[in-house]
């Protein structure tokens, strides 16, 4: 059994449902991410699935360096704050600079740190040190058993709301392949874990100068890993993936999400019986 991870007015493991952590890759618009948020919320809320809504308010490790980024620190945390209030859900972002951290941590409910910078150990700290829940994406560089170290940053400074979440680790040239042994094995650190499915199909930079994908296996590892055991799904998802500015190949269509969710739901309730 997991520790339970308090974020906003849920709760994440500890033997509690599944949670949803849903959202665009990076916001476009205040009326796309609002449409996003509000049709997540209810999707999960007919199936009894806590949902926190994500989005980032820049990509700062886009392939390119005429790649759209996002919003920036002040406008995007004006948006994250404006649907919290709204709609009733926590919000979760991710963060990739020390500066960034505490007025983020002002605004959000979950702490985000990036998978290429899960070794930051001062971002790792700074983070903690807020008190926020902190979810750490581990390196598509890591094994599941190094995450250990990540797990030692965050408790030295006596925060112990911890996620570690999958997504997917390097195979060959532009490709990502999951090892479903990394769930249970984060797990065992007594942390709830997540796992990421869209960025797990990501082709990181096969496309010459933007990320492929292959959105077609998503049900299936969302699949796989709620029968091997998570806290949490992660999924990106746009009205229409073809045209997001970030991601587009590896984004869940958001009118897939209702028949992900009920499959991952009867998955659990399964194994749960």
């Not at 948020?37 to 806590?50: H, M, Q, S, Y």
Request: with cysteine.
């Amino acid at each position: 059994m997991t520790k339970t991870v308090q974020v906003g007015n849920l709760q994440i493991g500890g033997g509690r449902p599944i949670a949803l952590i849903a959202g665009p890759c990076v916001m476009e618009s205040r009326e796309q991410c609002m449409e996003i948020a509000t049709f997540a919320r209810d999707t999960a809320a007919k199936l009894g699935i806590p949902y926190i809504f994500k989005a980032s308010f820049d990509k700062a490790n886009r392939t390119s360096v005429s790649s759209y980024r996002g919003f920036g620190l002040e406008k995007g945390l004006e948006l994250l704050a404006y649907i919290r209030s709204e709609l009733g859900v926590p919000v979760l972002t991710d963060v990739h600079e020390v500066v960034q951290v505490a007025s983020a941590a002002s605004v959000v409910d979950i702490l985000q740190i990036p998978a290429f910078l899960c070794r930051q150990t001062d971002l790792l700290v700074a983070a903690a040190k807020t008190g926020k829940p902190v979810n750490v994406k581990k390196g598509q560089f890591l094994a599941p058993w190094d995450m250990k170290n990540v797990v030692d940053k965050v408790k030295s400074t006596g925060n112990e709301n911890l996620l570690l979440t999958e997504r997917g680790c390097s195979f060959g040239y532009n490709t990502l392949v999951v090892d479903m042994c990394s769930l249970p094995i984060m797990r065992s650190f007594g942390y709830p874990v997540v796992f990421d499915a869209t960025h797990s199909v990501q082709r990181p930079g096969g496309q010459g100068n933007a990320s492929g994908g292959a959105r077609e296996f998503i049900p299936h590892l969302v699949r796989a890993a709620t029968a091997v055991g998570i806290d949490a799904l992660f999924i990106e998802t746009h009205p229409e993936p073809e045209k997001a500015l970030s991601d587009a190949a590896s984004m869940l269509k958001l009118a897939d999400l209702p028949e992900l969710l009920e499959s991952m739901k009867a998955i659990e309730q399964a194994i749960r019986k």
